[in-house]
């Protein structure tokens, strides 16, 4: 079987593992393994920003990006983490524009940056223009502006490989498994350390803005190794995903001033979130939303409201608003200027719907849009064990399969892309660090074995089940029960389902049973990953008795910072689950009732 040998192995090539990848092999041999080609990674389809306080169109600290952040987590972010990301934010960015990214400018040539949901000037607490962007394809630039560096720096990429398994032996990292997807051949890769940049999991919802790649390989990775997962219970629903599509709407329309309108033509926002209304945070919209649409103001009465960008629309709830440019001049804005900032949902609407966004509202619900939780990290990338903050030595994760934990119960929209960023570099710096202060740790006889057994049993097992069933009713339950709103009795049926589920998988067999390409194998492979995934998410949701940001409990409404204030891991052992919990780490801000 082939061997290759590398200081440094990088799972995955999104912002995360590409940025990882470009610091690492400054110092140190490094190889980038993808499943998909880099660009296809799901950074690419990041629209409204990244955020940093650059201050380039109204005043802005580094501060106030951590306290809005805090604060947006709902007080389970760890500060220290946070504070760490919103100052190295500023730097970041401008070392993206060093490297060619092409940021949308203000008219002095600086780069340009918009109002996103919970992101505020700390003394007025109105929103503050914070995102950076290019148009709405910030993550498309992010994506081809590393993956450019990358290969003038020559970073070794294996496309199209798919880890199948860690290689860690006596509590070391020595390596990875992984299959050419274009032959099946099994590969061996030999590492002093492994950096998982794996993406989400939204595929474990029915509707979801996420890639179909989106299948929790990296969680599931891990778990299956003894490594905890953490604060899987809190999963993000994004306000605005096309009606049945989930495909994404940016909050980047709402930045620019579109609302959202229930069926009486009202705008709800103004009920729920008096002082920012549509421009709260992602959890307080999404449930607004459903409430909406729970007492019967959804369009029509069916499951979905209006995001309305018409020109029109946006002068006239601006003008009520008293919104302002920078100069002070009332805001207003044109058809063409909304297509200049907006021009790939515009397509989007138009090619998918056939909705003109500058002529008609936009349908819309909330989409299962972000993993809050995942593998545990410390500030500089390593994967840790326990409660105690045990480090495993030679593994680190970054971007959205990471715990960090920077986005809390609740990420704020932009600071993903500034977390792939920041925290992609940190754990190619300390990858590279400890490679080169390690001799490589042998590999153990037989390796592969535990990878082979996974992909023979798919493809020969008895073969009364079938991959497209079982995913479904995991998505179904899942979205229905373990959504935007939850109750014991919901989430106890849909940790049953999955259970049973797991079971009926254990009887799978896939159609194709050749090894050229052979995705049907690799689809099966993903649904093991997203079940482990389903039930660990649900089995935390269940024991956590309180709402706290995304986590929105009916039974269990408030707040519980006494029993709650806490970080859930969860451990996927050989009898079942086991679920332990660790304090967040809180520097200078006392946690305090959200207001909006
Ligand atoms: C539609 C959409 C819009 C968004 N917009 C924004 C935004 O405007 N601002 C913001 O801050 N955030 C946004 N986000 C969130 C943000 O884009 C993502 O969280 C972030 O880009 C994830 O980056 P990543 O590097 O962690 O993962 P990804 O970019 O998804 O990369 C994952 C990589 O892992 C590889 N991989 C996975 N499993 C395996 C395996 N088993 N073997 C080998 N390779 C594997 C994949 O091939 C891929 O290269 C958005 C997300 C979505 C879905």
């Not at 990775?221 to 995903?241: K, N, S």
């Not at 959205?400 to 977390?419: F, K, M, P, Y």
């Not at 389903?534 to 707040?559: I, Y």
Request: aromatic share 8%; hydrophobic share 35%; with cysteine.
């Amino acid at each position: 079987m082939p061997t290759n040998q590398f200081d440094v192995v990088i799972v995955g090539a999104g912002g995360a593992g590409l940025m990882a990848a470009l610091y690492a092999s400054r110092t140190a041999r490094t190889a980038v393994l993808s499943k998909l080609y880099p660009v296809r990674s799901h950074t690419g389809t990041a629209q409204g920003g990244v955020g940093a306080a650059l201050g380039n169109e109204e005043e802005d600290r580094a501060e106030w990006h951590t306290y809005d952040t805090v604060k947006g987590s709902d007080y389970l972010g760890d500060q220290d983490a946070i504070e760490f990301m919103c100052s190295e934010a500023i730097p970041t960015v401008y070392e993206l524009e060093h490297m060619g990214l092409p940021f949308s400018r203000t008219p002095e040539g600086k780069i340009a940056q918009r109002p996103f949901g919970g992101h505020t000037n700390n003394e007025t607490g109105k929103p503050v223009r914070r995102a950076c962007y290019a148009a709405d394809r910030t993550g498309h630039m992010i994506l081809q502006t590393l993956y450019q560096q990358c290969i003038k720096n020559q970073v070794d990429f294996y496309d199209e490989y798919q880890v199948i398994d860690l290689i860690i032996e006596d509590g070391i990292t020595r390596g990875v498994i992984a299959a050419d997807i274009a032959t099946g051949e099994l590969h061996t890769i030999h590492a002093k350390a492994v950096i998982l940049a794996t993406g989400g999991y939204g595929r474990v919802w029915e509707i979801t803005s996420n890639a179909h790649s989106y299948t929790a390989d990296g969680v599931a990775l891990t778990m299956r190794h003894g490594i905890p997962a953490e604060d899987m219970e809190f999963f993000q629903f994004h306000p605005t995903g096309i009606y049945k599509l989930g495909i994404l709407i940016t909050e980047g329309v709402r930045g620019e001033g579109g609302v959202l309108l229930n069926n009486e033509g009202e705008r709800f926002m103004e009920r729920y979130a008096p002082s920012v209304k549509d421009l709260a945070s992602r959890d307080v919209v999404s449930r607004a939303m459903y409430l909406e649409m729970r007492d019967g103001n959804g369009i029509n009465g069916k499951r979905f409201l209006n995001l309305d960008v018409r020109p029109e629309t946006v002068n006239k709830y601006a003008k009520l608003d008293g919104r302002t440019n920078t100069d002070g001049s009332p805001y207003t804005v044109t058809g063409e200027q909304i297509l200049a900032k907006l021009p790939d949902i515009i397509d989007f609407c138009k090619t998918y719907l056939d909705v003109d966004p500058l002529r008609q509202p936009m349908p819309v619900q909330p989409t299962a849009h972000y993993a809050m939780g995942g593998i545990p990290t410390n500030v500089r990338g390593e994967v840790l064990l326990d409660k105690k903050g045990t480090v495993l030595p030679g593994l680190y994760a970054a971007g959205e399969i990471a715990c960090v934990s920077v986005h809390g119960a609740n990420r704020l929209g932009t600071n993903s892309l500034l977390d792939i960023v920041v925290f992609g570099r940190e754990c190619g710096n300390r990858a590279a660090e400890y490679a080169n202060q390690n001799t490589f740790a042998p590999l153990p006889r037989n390796a592969a074995d535990p990878a082979r057994r996974q992909l023979d049993i798919l493809l020969n097992g008895p073969g009364d089940e079938k991959v497209d069933v079982i995913r479904r009713d995991m998505q179904k339950v899942m979205f229905d029960h373990v959504g935007v709103f939850r109750t014991e009795e919901g989430m106890q049926q849909a940790l049953d389902t999955v259970r049973e589920l797991k079971q009926r998988f254990a009887r799978i067999r896939v159609g194709d049973q050749g090894k050229i390409f052979n995705t049907d194998l690799f689809e099966a492979w993903e649904l093991g990953c997203l079940l482990d995934t389903a039930e660990v998410t649900a089995a935390a949701a269940l024991k956590r008795k309180e709402s706290r940001g995304a986590h929105a409990r009916e039974d269990f409404p408030k707040r519980d910072d006494k029993n709650w204030l806490k970080h859930s891991l969860v451990y996927l052992t050989p009898d079942g689950l086991r679920i332990d919990y660790k304090p967040v780490s809180i520097t200078k801000y006392q946690p305090k009732a959200r207001v909006y």
